[in-house]
């Protein structure tokens, strides 16, 4: 393992958070020191001097913005800053590659003021990753490779490694099935809405669903189990919220749907996915995660948000409050790419605290219905987005994590042909 010794003025939760970022998944320990003769006379394999301090002797140095040592949320001037081959912030005019991976990791900009979209989400076209292209790369882990490299240069001693690279597949339950187990209500409802549209399409296969002539459209479960038994890493996330306006599940109480979460769970992790207004409300959270543990008769420690709506810092630290120990949900809705500036798992850091948790932040790099429903790509046009996010992956590490819905699988209506969409995603990883 490299050891690396910083000098700097002072040693805040930011600045932390950062090297920790930076290094551990790298092989590097660190450590940092603000008494420069100390500094100067350690015999640490490689150094690097984060201050404004005048050494006499030349070390490789970056000039600090304030944003690591300030507190709290405060408006920054923000610009990009070119330096040869690549680009970075520049934080009132100081470019600061430390600040601006902290910015990014940090999620920063989602703590500032902007337009929400008609779901209250912080959209892709809101952030500066996405005005600055940066969005389809990690960057985050592109400006910490870029840093090393500038200590390498100084120590050629020193080595880092990529952080592993893996993949995770994962599926949101919203809806569990399309026809069966509706209560009265949700099955007018259904007949109603395929009236007023004309779709007799639906009506037909309704029919031929409650009559048990064929299977479920969204009764994909088997194929889930097939990638499990096939090797893959997967999660599923369950709705198991009320029935309201964008809540459309069968109830939690269902017996057919409780042994069917248990059949699941008895090989694949299965979490929460939190209802549509429950990201600010704790005590929905908990009620929904305790639906979940009585189910499943054990605790629950992981999440995703329903319609990936999050709010910062209300979001997290409400699953925080209540033990959630991983949530799955950074990732736009709106693009495909690196939310996070990284494909690495993080901890939350609240920035209006100023504290590093224990709650760990996955993003995942695209979902199902951002490159069908938003995008509007064609399978062929999907699988050639998705093939240079693995590439982006595997060139800089972390885990490759996808979204898809039992509902998305089963090559029907507007999802034919998407299945080879993922098992093309699959291919890619096994693939020596």
């Not at 490299?2 to 700097?8: H, N, R, Y």
């Not at 990009?80 to 430390?98: G, I, T």
């Not at 889930?224 to 369950?238: A, E, P």
């Not at 948000?305 to 950074?330: A, C, E, M, V, W």
Request: net charge negative.
């Amino acid at each position: 393992m490299s050891k690396l010794l910083i000098f700097t003025d002072f040693v805040s939760e930011r600045l932390v958070y950062t090297f920790q970022f930076i290094c551990k998944s790298r092989g590097i320990e660190f450590h940092f020191c603000n008494d420069p003769q100390r500094f100067e006379s350690d015999l640490a394999e490689a150094k690097f001097v984060y201050s404004e301090y005048p050494f006499e002797n030349s070390y490789p140095t970056i000039l600090p913005a304030n944003l690591i040592f300030e507190e709290g949320i405060k408006v920054q001037q923000i610009a990009q800053f070119h330096e040869q081959d690549f680009s970075y912030l520049q934080f009132a005019k100081v470019p600061d590659l430390l600040a601006s991976i902290f910015f990014v990791i940090a999620c920063y900009e989602e703590y500032l003021p902007y337009s929400p979209d008609e779901h209250d989400r912080f959209t892709a076209q809101n952030s500066i990753l996405n005005e600055y292209q940066w969005l389809n790369q990690p960057i985050a882990d592109i400006w910490a490779e870029k840093l090393l490299d500038f200590i390498q240069l100084g120590y050629p001693t020193f080595s880092y490694k990529k952080p592993r690279v893996s993949f995770t597949l994962t599926f949101d339950i919203d809806n569990t099935f399309a026809f069966k187990h509706k209560n009265t209500l949700q099955l007018l409802g259904g007949r109603v809405k395929d009236f007023l549209q004309g779709n007799s399409e639906n009506q037909i296969l309704r029919g031929k669903v409650l009559s048990g002539e064929v299977q479920d459209p969204n009764d994909t479960f088997d194929t889930i189990l097939d990638y499990v038994k096939g090797g893959i890493n997967t999660k599923v996330f369950w709705h198991l919220g009320d029935f309201k306006k964008f809540d459309r599940n069968i109830a939690w109480t269902n017996a057919v749907h409780q042994r069917l979460i248990q059949k699941l769970a008895a090989q694949v992790q299965v979490g929460i996915h939190p209802s549509y207004f429950s990201y600010l409300n704790e005590s929905l959270v908990k009620q929904e995660r305790g639906r979940l543990e009585h189910i499943l008769k054990k605790p629950v420690f992981h999440s995703r948000q329903h319609f990936l709506k999050i709010r910062f810092p209300g979001t997290f630290q409400l699953l925080h409050n209540i033990t959630i120990k991983h949530d799955y949900s950074l990732g736009f809705a709106d693009a495909v790419g690196f939310r996070l500036g990284t494909a690495q798992a993080v901890p939350f850091f609240n920035l209006i605290t100023d504290e590093v948790t224990d709650l760990m932040l996955h993003p995942f790099i695209y979902m199902d219905g951002t490159l069908n429903q938003y995008m509007k790509k064609s399978p062929e046009e999907a699988k050639e987005i998705v093939l240079n996010l693995i590439h982006q992956v595997k060139t800089h590490g972390g885990e490759f994590m996808c979204i898809w819905h039992n509902d998305t699988i089963n090559n029907l209506g507007q999802w034919v042909d998407w299945k080879q969409v993922l098992d093309f995603t699959i291919e890619q990883f096994q693939e020596a």
